[in-house]
């Protein structure tokens, strides 16, 4: 009996103990998530931002069309985004990089280099079922093989867009930081938004055709024009459209004497329409990905991490300001070729799930 009252009343200072507990992790938690009238006004306004910003991070996760949103209406929410902390997460870098060597191999397709390349090989233009026979003359004018083929990764890059977005940014110092930096279409480099290194930049055939049409009589402006880069490579799509062969070709041919350390390579018309075959059954709409979206999967494949500079195909900032086309000059794109926002929706949802890094703000 005496025993029984003993074990009734451990029982019942049990029971007030555990009740005991319970309340005081409820109020806790109720304090931590609810009890927003009990916080100090810094601590709540922090956790409205992260709640927006979880909010932000679902909305631009999810978008894969800019038809199916107004770009211009969700300037203030990307504005807003673009303040979160941003993180990258491993795993899905890891997941791009496999999905693009094992879709398009740019490790080792890039370009055309003798080891990917034979001699006599005949090889399929990008847009067409015509072919080009490489001979023996231009084969040995190929270069041997990568340069990561012998560095493994190529580190921290900066794949830096033209974009209009980048005048005054102040981001020169910061893309020159990056261990790889890729530009595009001999951008003029003389200035402090975009900084002054380069390891490779790509020129258009049509540049080539309308500005240096002598340069085998005369190849003085384009040499001075390339020697800006320094030891850059000078990559050029020649193998796109027929009429991009010959101009290619020259150049090569122009340069290689002259400019030994700078080499000269042609994109591989293989790798670009693998990747393009890749993105259009992941619904990307477009007649030709543009070049600056073909090197940001080749920096996806190669870099440990990817910061993106000048992607912004808008004519405002997301401070509302109106931009020119280009940093540089105000001179508007070809119509009708690339659909640059559908690309930035893309790019916008691999910064979102952390692939890579877009930079849309003034560098500080
Ligand atoms: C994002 O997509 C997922 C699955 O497609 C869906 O469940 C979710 O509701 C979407 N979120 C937003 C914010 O649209
Ligand atoms: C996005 O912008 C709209 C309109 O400007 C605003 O009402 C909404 O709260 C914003 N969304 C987030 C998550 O900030
Ligand atoms: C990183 O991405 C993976 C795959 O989508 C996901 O499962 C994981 O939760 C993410 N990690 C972080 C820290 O967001
Ligand atoms: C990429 O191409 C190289 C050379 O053709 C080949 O050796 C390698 O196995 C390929 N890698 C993948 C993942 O397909
Ligand atoms: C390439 O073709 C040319 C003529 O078409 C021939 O003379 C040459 O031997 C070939 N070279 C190789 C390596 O097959
Ligand atoms: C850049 O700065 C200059 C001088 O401060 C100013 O005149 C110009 O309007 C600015 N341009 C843009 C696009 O903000
Ligand atoms: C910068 O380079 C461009 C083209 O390369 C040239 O037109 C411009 O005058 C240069 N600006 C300066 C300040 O040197
Ligand atoms: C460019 O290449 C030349 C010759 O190989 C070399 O002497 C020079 O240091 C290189 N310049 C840079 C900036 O790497």
Known sequence: MCTTARSLQMDLFKWIFGLLIVLVIYTCLYLTYCGKHEMMGSEMTDRFKLLNCMKLHQKFSNITSANSIDMMNVIGNLSAFMSCLHVTNRTQKELHRLRLRFCCNGTDLLYLTKKNTAVNQSIA????????????????????????????????????????????????????????????????????DVGVKTDLVTINPSQLSADYRNMAENPDPLVRRVSVYGNASLMIPAFAYTHCTAVSVKTLQVLQPIRPQQPVVFFSPYYLKTLDCFWKGLGLKEKRLSTGFMLVNMALELCDDVHLYGFWPFDISLKQQTLQHHYYDNKPPKPFMHAMPEEFVRLLQLHSQGALTLHLQPCL
């Open 125 to 192: 233009y990008e847009t067409s079922n015509r072919v080009y026979k490489v001979g023996a003359a231009l084969h040995k004018m190929l270069p041997e093989d990568f340069p990561w083929s012998r560095r493994g990764h190529l580190g921290r890059c900066a794949v830096v867009g033209n974009g209009g977005i980048l005048k005054n940014s102040s981001c020169g110092r910061e893309i020159d930081s990056a261990d790889f930096i890729i530009r595009f279409n001999l951008a003029p480099i003389n200035d402090s």
